[in-house]
């Protein structure tokens, strides 16, 4: 090692973090932009939150809770607190009493939009109800 070269565990720029943690070709075939949409909306509820709050506009909580059967309400806010930081919903309190939060899509949650909705049509036409294990 040289005399002056730091040693450090940062990836260097540019090196595929999906390469170097698991070695070589790991993840060949993942597209990287993919696995982090995956990571995100592959998450039981999430697309279904999604769903609502585009098809129905800002909506409380309890209305969500209501729009998606089976979801318990712990669930509801973990889903709703990654959505937020991940930039495609936003969390707003309404003054009270009482007090009310609602939720409503950003720009970003909006522009899902047509991929969900091409989601649903391959669905109906590719994905047989039959494949799926439980009801929501």
Same mark, same amino acid.
Not at 50 to 74: C, K, M, Q, T
Not at 100 to 126: C, I
């Given at each position: 090692?040289? *005399?002056?070269?730091?040693?450090?565990? $940062?990836?260097? +720029?540019?090196?595929?973090?999906? !390469? /170097? /943690?698991? #070695?070589? #070709? $790991?993840?060949?075939?993942?597209? =990287?932009?993919?696995?982090?949409?995956? !990571?995100?909306?592959?998450?039981?509820? +999430?697309?279904?939150?999604?769903?609502? =709050?585009?098809?129905? &506009?800002?909506? %409380?909580?309890?209305?969500?809770?209501?729009?998606?059967?089976?979801?318990? *309400?712990?669930?509801?806010?973990?889903? =709703? !607190? @990654?959505?937020? @930081?991940?930039?495609?919903?936003?969390? *707003?309190?309404?003054?009270?009493?009482?007090?009310?939060?609602?939720?409503? =899509?950003? @720009? &970003? &949650?909006?522009?899902?939009?047509? $991929?969900? !909705? @091409?989601? /649903?049509?391959?669905?109906?036409? %590719?994905?047989?109800?039959? $494949?799926?294990?439980?009801?929501?």
């Amino acid at each position: 090692m040289a *005399e002056h070269e730091v040693v450090s565990d $940062a990836l260097p +720029t540019g090196v595929d973090p999906c !390469t /170097a /943690a698991a #070695g070589q #070709g $790991a993840c060949a075939n993942v597209d =990287l932009a993919l696995n982090r949409v995956f !990571t995100l909306l592959g998450k039981r509820w +999430t697309g279904m939150l999604l769903g609502v =709050l585009n098809n129905g &506009g800002p909506a %409380y909580f309890s209305e969500l809770r209501r729009a998606v059967p089976g979801i318990s *309400e712990r669930m509801l806010s973990d889903r =709703l !607190t @990654e959505l937020a @930081e991940a930039g495609l919903v936003v969390r *707003e309190v309404d003054p009270g009493p009482p007090l009310r939060v609602s939720y409503r =899509l950003t @720009e &970003g &949650g909006v522009a899902l939009k047509p $991929a969900l !909705t @091409e989601l /649903a049509l391959w669905a109906d036409r %590719y994905l047989p109800e039959s $494949a799926l294990r439980g009801g929501c």
